[in-house]
Structures are given as C-alpha cells and as structure tokens.
C-alpha cells in the first residue's frame, strides 16, 4: 500500500505572518466601522483601475432623509473619486495624505502602504479615516480634477496636507455645497489659491520651498 508523503515543513514564521496579517485586516475592519470617513479601494466597469472613493459617515441622527424608518442606520455619501493613470501619478501625494492616520489610541496605521502596486489591485478595501484626513482626500480628489501639470497636482496635495482639520472640512463643505455655481466658484478659487494658474512662471520655486519644509 502506497504512503503518503509527508506534509512539506513550513518555513519558520510562515504563520506568524499569516496571523499578523489577519490580524491587521481586523483591526482596520474595526476601525471602518465608526471611522467618520472612509478610502475605498473598488473597481468599477465603466472606469479603469485603480479606483478610489472617499466617502462620509453620516450618522443616523445627522440623517435628513429618515422619515418614515423606524430604525435608521448610518449612511455613507461618496464625497470624491480618483481612477486611472490620475491614482499613480498622484502616489506620492496620497502617500503623504495618509501616513498621518492613527487609531483611537495615536498609533499609526501604515496606511500608505496600501498606494502601491500591488496594494492597488485591491478591489474591495475600506481604509478608515479620521476627520482631518477624508476632508483633505476629498479635497485633493475634487481639486486635481482637470489639472495636467504635475507640479501643480503635487503642490496641490502638499498644500491641502498643511491644512488644518477645521480648513479641510470647511472647504470641502464649500466645495460640496448643493448649489452648482457656488460649488464651481469654490473649486476653482481653492484651487488657484493653492497652486496657482496654468502656466504661472512663479510655480518652480513655490513647489521647492514647499517641499523644502519636508
């Protein structure tokens, strides 16, 4: 009778890393689920990959639309989008946007090593967010958007990083707002105020010195 050979010996700490990594996917799950803000790493049909969403936590009580639920639950409200070859020309940037994230007791959570290659192949992630950090994702989303030069996407994010948290979420309301014309007036003056017109001369040195401050 035929025996059966032995099971392959793992290498050594195949399995610590294995548990680690569930364990890192729990807690980041855990944080999701009351993060005020969430990252969505998806996939979409009718857009090319990667694809990142930044949605809002509304809660139930915050809610205008319960009338009539007897039980209303949390809501989340996609407040900008980026896809495509914009995702990995704006790595740097969303690196930098999301290595200042931490838990509900300030330890990092090393989120940025999600904006990677193989982080990207990603289809169905939710990254938690705190307030500072899904306003100015969201904002850096909406304010790239038809900008070519990419010195001035760059200053963009390095300029909305530098924002404080009340900044970002005040401007993202602005940019937001319901009414269209208010809401095209916002973007686009946010926009010129943080990296300027296209073509301005002055963009060079103004990125430099920024970058400069680390």
Known sequence: MARTAPAAPRSPGAGSRSDSAKADD?????????????????????LPPPLLIVKERIAPEDRDDTAGLTNPRAKHLERGSLHGEAVRASLPVLRRLL???????????????????????????????DEAAGARLALFFRLQRKVKDSDRI?????????????????????????DPALRSWAVSGLRHMLCGGAGDKRLPQVLERIRARG
């Open 26 to 46: 729990a807690r980041l799950a855990k944080q999701a689920k009351r993060a005020p803000y969430l990252l969505r790493i998806t996939a979409r049909n009718d």
């Open 154 to 178: 760059e200053l963009i994010g390095r300029r909305v990083a530098m924002l404080s948290r009340e900044e970002a979420v005040y401007w993202l309301a602005n940019v937001t707002t319901a």
């Open 99 to 129: 290595e200042a994230v931490k838990d509900d007791q300030g330890i990092p959570l090393g989120l940025e090593r999600f904006m990677s290659t193989q982080g990207l192949k990603q289809t169905d992630r939710n990254l938690p967010l």
